[in-house]
């Protein structure tokens, strides 16, 4: 199976400084469709995940656009140029390029 | 906005069954693949299984496998989980999702395996 490789796993975040998290996978993830199916996802505490960011970089309806995607092949991140209180909590990445899909371990991003 | 919404979960015994159902409300269910993911209490998300829009093509990771059918009912707009033989490592809240790539995630049922 394909192995979706986040680091950090613990981001702490000074609020309006930028953030970035890695997401390496064992395998490309270009589908024969010339498309890469890497999502970053983002999970309050309590609450359901929800999509930020499908394809590599483009933003889900209503993402703030201090998020931003970028990468290609097997290596990818996810930046926040400005952090606000409201972006704590953990951000997966996940494929969905090759079956079974995978998500990376996760990211805990908290305000120091 | 489409709103997914699970049910079915419960306490269920070890080697018991169950059935998780995702009702979908909106137009564009039967436009889209849907997901189940998965997240034992405490720890990250785990990808279940995945179907086509049309329901031809279905998708397990391996830990599920044999065990657990994915199905849709389009006419109904609702997606199902049937879940058998299930083992306390099955313990989790199951979302059901929009799309291979999570467009719209549901707010999870809590199944718990346990005697």
């Known amino acids: 199976d394909n192995v979706m490789t986040q680091t950090p796993l613990s981001l702490p975040v000074t609020l309006g400084q930028p953030a970035s998290i890695s997401c390496r996978s064992s395998?490309?993830?270009?589908?024969?469709?010339?498309?890469?199916?890497l999502s970053w996802l983002h999970q309050r505490p309590g609450q359901p995940p929800r999509l930020l960011i499908y394809?590599?970089?483009n933003r889900f309806s209503g993402v703030p656009d201090r998020f931003s995607g970028s990468g290609a092949g097997t290596d990818f991140t996810l930046k926040i140029s400005r952090v606000e209180a409201e972006d704590v909590g953990v951000y997966y990445c996940?494929?969905?390029?090759?079956?079974?899909?995978?998500f990376g371990q996760g990211t805990k991003v908290e305000i120091k | 906005e489409e709103q997914l919404l699970e049910s079915g979960g419960g306490l269920v015994q070890p080697g018991g069954s169950l059935r998780l159902s995702c009702a979908a409300s909106?137009?564009?269910?039967?436009?889209?693949?849907m997901i189940w993911v998965r997240q034992a209490p405490g720890k990250g998300l785990e990808w279940v299984s995945g179907?086509?829009?049309?329901?031809?093509?279905?998708f397990y990771a391996d830990s599920v496998k044999g065990r657990f059918t994915i199905s849709r009912d389009n006419s109904k707009k609702t997606l199902h989980l049937q879940m058998s033989s299930l083992r306390g490592e099955d313990t989790a809240v199951y979302y059901c999702?929009?799309?291979?790539?999570?467009?719209?995630w549901g707010q999870g049922t809590l199944v718990t395996v346990s005697s």
């Open positions: 999702a929009k799309d291979y790539s999570g467009y719209r």
């Open positions: 909106g137009s564009t269910f039967t436009s889209y693949a």
């Open positions: 179907i086509s829009s049309s329901g031809g093509d279905t």
């Open positions: 395998q490309s993830l270009v589908r024969s469709d010339g498309n890469t199916y």
């Open positions: 394809k590599i970089s």
């Open positions: 996940l494929q969905a390029s090759h079956f079974p899909q995978t």
